[in-house]
């Protein structure tokens, strides 16, 4: 049984920032890391006279988003040290990088995942100690973005809410959340609304199977769902505010509109370094470096740069225009968090496929 929560005192990212800040009871308040710092602070004792490469993890679509914070990274470490650190990064799956990285197919420093989860089953394989999530603010997610809604230019179905994709005879293009585990964000965005709306587990499951009558089949991953949207598919895609603007303002530019909708769902990554790796690499102490760097002004303006949300206030107000404001919604404070959800919803019989049939 989901369980209703509070509900986000929140209107805009700069809004979210300022209350994340006065709210946090553990956190340093300031975005900077918590344990992890002392760790990561260069040592008399390392030999920065030694290149070193970090391998790096990331959800699929952070491509550029990345390319550009391993460079800053670079940059920023040579300064404090002098060592030489370029990061190999690779892209994917949630789901698919944590199985790669837990069988020691993909021996990461770091992991930016898309689900906490993914992170939790690291951790369960011995690769991640105890308390990760606690060494940032944020729960150790550095910046976010939203479930949000692709559309026509000009948005000629007037989409503006969760109920118009509800629609009867609306045409929508989606990802599969059992193929790909990160569009369990898009169909929780689903859930999450309805259920704050209604604060009803009966009327939110009406709500989601609406909205997945109008999916009709769903697409194995997210790179599937865009090319079909982009190639004149559906009338809505339901993706992410940071995907939806990258590609409005690029390859989509003049074909697409991003609609957040005024009531929607944080999707938050989250960072930790895979401590048994790093150890053995002798990269500890530039992994959490790197994480570290995340929490940073120079990576916030980066991420912000690339349509991520900044947990910075200070870089959230010269981003403002381009987030519309919106109320946000989280997985761990309006629902039970995700390890209740993968149970609930994504297990075998769970209520995605009992709503949607799929």
């Known amino acids: 049984m989901i369980k209703r929560k509070r509900r986000l005192p929140v209107l805009s990212a700069a809004m979210l920032i300022t209350s994340a800040f006065a709210l946090s009871a553990c956190a340093s308040g300031d975005g900077k890391p918590m344990d992890a710092a002392a760790d990561a602070s260069p040592t008399a004792s390392s030999d920065y006279s030694k290149a070193l490469t970090l391998n790096g993890v990331s959800p699929d679509g952070t491509e550029s988003l990345f390319a550009a914070l391993n460079d800053a990274f670079s940059a920023d470490w040579k300064v404090k040290t002098g060592q030489d650190a ?149 009338d809505v895609w339901l993706t992410t505010e940071a995907r939806a603007l990258a590609l409005a303002a690029g390859e989509a530019k003049g074909k697409i509109d991003v609609v957040v909708p005024p009531v929607t769902l944080a999707v938050e990554p989250i960072v930790s370094v895979v401590d048994k790796n790093a150890t053995e690499a002798g990269t500890r102490e530039a992994a959490n470096g790197y994480a570290d760097f995340l929490f940073t002004e120079p990576a916030q303006q980066i991420a912000a740069e690339h349509y991520y949300r900044p947990r910075f206030a200070s870089i959230a107000e010269q981003f403002a225009s381009q987030f519309p404001e919106t109320t946000v919604l989280t997985v761990d404070d309006n629902l039970t968090g995700w390890e209740d959800l993968n149970s609930a919803q994504f297990a075998s019989g769970g209520l995605f496929e009992q709503l949607t049939g799929k």
């Open 86 to 234: 370029s990061v190999k990064q690779t892209t994917g799956p949630s789901s698919a990088e944590k199985d790669a990285v837990n069988g020691g197919t993909l021996k990461a420093d770091f992991a930016v995942l898309g689900i906490g989860t993914d992170i939790d089953a690291i951790q369960a394989a011995g690769l991640v100690e105890e308390g990760w999530q606690q060494r940032y603010d944020y729960n150790s997610s550095p910046f976010y973005t939203t479930v949000a809604f692709a559309v026509r230019t000009g948005n000629p179905k007037g989409i503006k809410t969760w109920d118009d994709i509800a629609a009867p005879g609306l045409k929508l293009v989606a990802a599969n959340p059992k193929t790909y585990s990160d569009a369990r964000w898009t169909y929780t965005g689903a859930w999450a609304y309805a259920f704050d709306q209604a604060g009803d587990e009966e009327a939110a499951k009406s709500f989601v199977k609406n909205v997945y009558v109008n999916a009709g089949a769903l697409d194995t991953d997210e790179t599937a769902a865009q090319a079909r949207f982009l190639g004149g598919e559906g």
